[in-house]
Structures are given as structure tokens and as C-alpha cells.
């Protein structure tokens, strides 16, 4: 099934350890990216990545870190969480980059405390 | 800077009316147009799209206008049903970016 896989789904974390996000796609997409979404704000790009090793900040990526070292992966890694990093996250790829549909993974609801 | 605005933020609508989202966006290079619906505690879903040599599309009971002149475009849901109930994103693309609005709640009702 084609799918974009999001682990963990729930995560309760203390201010200042970090933690890592997962996302990884089986479709052979090229193009990924990673989005929060908070009550009345919608969806914020934090980081896109085009192809492997290309990485680009979105419209909020401080406090955010991302790698692209094979096409199926692109983790998010928070080095150091605030509590203003509680949302919630979601993954998403596309076989068209920006201009094509977003398949999106199943979020990862983060609580800094 | 880059900028998509979604309204209403509520709609409250009869089962069988129509509902009317529409969304504005800033840049005039913006080309793809895409609308996501978002079921509570799910992901976000394209439900349909909409390029900018298009005028219309249509599918089934959903349709989307974009008028690039004045920068809108417009998501029309008829004869709605209690399971078209969610969250709905309009987005537009800038550049590498799909930037999206803040989303509107619809309500169905029976």
C-alpha cells in the first residue's frame, strides 16, 4: 500500500532533549516535506526537501533540523524542544513536487512540557 | 510576503445546501491550487485541484474556481451530506512552497 509512515504518533517530551520525528514514503517520491499544524494558524511548512541531499527552509524552521540521505526518509529532529514545539506535525510527499497532490502521513502529536 | 487567506473561518450549513469556501492568495506566479479535507484526527486529504490555465473543475458534487485576475479561488460543495463534516484547506503553491490557508470548519447538519 502506498503510504507515508509517521513514528512516533504520540510523544511526551521534557524542555531540551532531543528527539527525532520519522517519516519515510514507499512511493519513490522526490519531493518531502514537514508541516505543524496549530488551532488557527492551519498548516506551516517548517522544511521541504526536493531530492536527496536538498533541503530548504519553509516559512517557520527555527528550532527544526532535517536530513535527506535517501530518497525514502526524511526525519525531523528537534535538538533541543521548547514547550512553544507542542503540535502537531505532519510528513508529506509528492510525485510532482509542489504542483502535485500532498499524500500526507498520519501526524505526530508532540508535547513539550 | 507569501500569503493565503481561507473564509469563512465556521460554516454551519443544512444537510442538501451548498457550501462556499473561498480563499484568496497574494502572488500572481502562484499556478496550482490545491483543496485538502480533514476529518477530525485524521490527515489531510486532496479532494481536488486546480491549475492555473483552468477556469473550473468539477467532480462529482465538488467543484473549485479560480479567477487568477483577482486572485481567488473558490471550493463549492452541493447537496451536502452529514460525512462532508470536516476541516477544509485551501493552498496555494509560491516558488518551491505549497503555502496553506487557515482552514475552514464545516459543519453539516442534519
Known amino acids: 500500500e502506498a503510504q507515508v509512515t509517521q513514528n512516533p504518533r504520540y510523544l511526551i517530551t521534557v524542555t531540551g532533549k532531543k528527539l527525532t520525528v520519522t517519516c519515510s514514503q514507499n512511493?519513490?517520491?522526490?519531493?518531502m516535506s514537514w508541516y505543524r499544524q496549530d488551532p488557527g494558524l492551519g498548516l506551516r511548512q517548517i522544511y521541504y526537501s526536493m531530492n536527496v541531499e536538498v533541503t530548504d527552509k519553509g516559512d517557520v524552521p527555527e528550532g527544526y533540523k532535517v536530513s535527506r540521505k535517501e530518497k525514502r526518509n526524511f526525519p525531523l529532529i528537534l535538538e533541543s524542544p521548547s514547550p512553544n514545539q507542542t503540535s502537531l506535525y505532519f510528513c508529506a510527499s509528492s510525485l510532482w513536487g509542489r504542483d502535485g497532490g500532498y499524500t500526507f502521513g498520519s501526524g505526530t502529536r508532540l508535547t513539550v512540557v | 510576503g507569501e500569503n493565503v487567506e481561507q473564509h469563512p473561518s465556521t460554516l454551519s450549513v443544512q444537510e442538501g445546501d451548498s457550501a462556499v469556501i473561498k480563499c484568496t492568495y497574494s502572488?500572481?506566479?502562484?499556478?496550482?491550487f490545491p483543496w485538502y479535507k480533514q476529518e477530525l484526527g485524521k490527515r489531510p486529504q486532496l479532494i481536488i485541484d486546480?491549475?492555473?490555465?483552468?477556469g473550473e473543475k468539477k467532480d462529482q458534487r465538488i467543484a473549485v474556481t479560480l479567477n487568477k485576475t483577482a486572485k481567488h479561488f473558490s471550493l463549492h460543495i452541493t447537496e451536502t451530506q452529514p460525512e462532508d463534516s470536516a476541516v477544509y484547506f485551501c493552498a496555494a503553491t509560491l516558488t518551491d512552497k505549497l503555502i496553506f490557508g487557515t482552514g475552514t470548519r464545516l459543519q453539516v447538519f442534519p
Open positions: 512511493m519513490n517520491h522526490e519531493y
Open positions: 486546480i491549475r492555473s490555465n483552468v
Open positions: 502572488d500572481s506566479a502562484s499556478n496550482y
